[in-house]
């Protein structure tokens, strides 16, 4: 059974910075993509970064330059630096591991969330 849990959340200024924590159980995160997603109010969940199994990043284009997703592997940890906050980004904030079942098959697992607020 995989188990999330992010910490790191809270309420910040625009132009302040949060940094977000992805705990995972077992050694998930050398061997899968992990990623962050967010919710904001009235809005569906979208795709904020994910880092795959080999260290490759990506980032939707409304957090490129101001996000960075990382991962320690000996701790089984991912994180999300997020700077340049803007009123936008005020969503909860979700953990997402991808966990590879088969070829060109993976199930997803997802932490409780975490909110981020940013006050303007």
């Known amino acids: 059974q995989v188990h999330l849990v992010e910490s790191g959340g809270g309420l910040v200024q625009a132009g302040g910075s949060l940094r977000l924590s992805c705990a995972a159980s077992?050694?998930?995160?050398?061997?899968?993509?992990m990623g962050w997603y967010r919710q904001g109010p009235g809005k569906l969940r979208e795709l904020v970064a994910t880092?795959?199994?080999?260290?490759?990043?990506n980032y939707v284009d409304a957090v490129k330059g101001r996000f960075t997703i990382s991962r320690d592997i000996a701790k089984n940890s991912v994180y999300l630096q997020m700077n340049s906050l803007k009123p936008d980004d005020t969503a909860v904030y979700y953990c997402?591991?991808?966990?590879?079942?088969?070829?060109?098959?993976?199930?997803?697992?997802w932490g409780q969330g975490t909110q981020v607020t940013v006050s303007s």
């Open positions: 997402n591991a991808a966990v590879q079942t088969g070829i060109g098959r993976h199930s997803d697992y």
């Open positions: 077992g050694s998930i995160v050398s061997d899968n993509s």
């Open positions: 880092i795959s199994k080999w260290g490759r990043t």
